[in-house]
């Protein structure tokens, strides 16, 4: 059985005038097509919980942005991906223990997000626990990672060597962070990647925030040089069109 679902894309040509935006039906295969999720971490989603001690994507009313995208987006895709059976994978920032303070990583921190290693990674930080919006099952995949990408000195590449992936639907944040890292390494190695652009949000500049350019530039990105994005309501379509 395979997920048809209309995969966007961008054409940068001819050079005087580019064609713009195009679709092609994708035939995606189940038992090859894997559903990532890449830090969707963070309490305050569902009720009850306490709310973040820091905006989620670092800038004022980041929170509820990212909320509007788990609670309207996110989980409706992750619910349609768990009901055919496809495997998740959750890709989430932690700890690794590596002296990161001592890093140009640990410096960046300082320099541009005013945080330390201490404080971003220390261990189990509340704000990388998982909201039961979106928190893993028995049985998904939790891969940690400590850079941008997720393929970087993690075990990803085996996990889905070994489940025999070959197409990678993907949500999560930042788009301009770790969402794109992990892309660009899962382009470099051959997957197919469909990002749900509607799943996804950037850090924003303070002159970027009130139209959301980073988060459109990122997604006509992956468009133009990475693979394909498609709407949450497309795949969750797709999904129940198989059932």
Known sequence: MELMIPGRYYRMYPPASYLGHAEETL?????RTAFMLIDV???????GEPEPERPALFY????EVERRVMVDHIKPALEAARRIKLPVIYVNNSNQRVATQHS????????????TVEERWETDPA???????????????????????????TCLETLL??????NLVVVGFAANACVQGTLNDAFYRNY???LLRDGTAAMEYHDTME?????????????????????????????????
């Open 211 to 243: 139209e959301q350019l980073i988060t459109r530039y990122i997604i006509r990105h992956v468009e133009a040089f990475l693979g394909y994005t498609a709407t949450s309501a497309d795949f969750v379509r797709s999904c129940e069109a198989v059932l």
């Open 41 to 47: 971490y963070g309490l305050g989603y569902s009720p």
């Open 161 to 166: 060597r070994n489940l025999q992936i070959k």
């Open 27 to 31: 035939h995606l295969a189940l038992e």
């Open 192 to 194: 197919r990647i469909l």
């Open 104 to 115: 140009e990583f640990g410096s960046l921190l300082v320099r541009t997000h005013g945080l």
């Open 60 to 63: 004022q009313g980041s929170t």
């Open 127 to 153: 704000e990388f626990r998982f909201s039961k919006l979106v928190e893993p099952l028995p049985g998904e995949y939790l891969v940690h990672k400590q850079m941008y990408s997720g393929f970087f000195e």
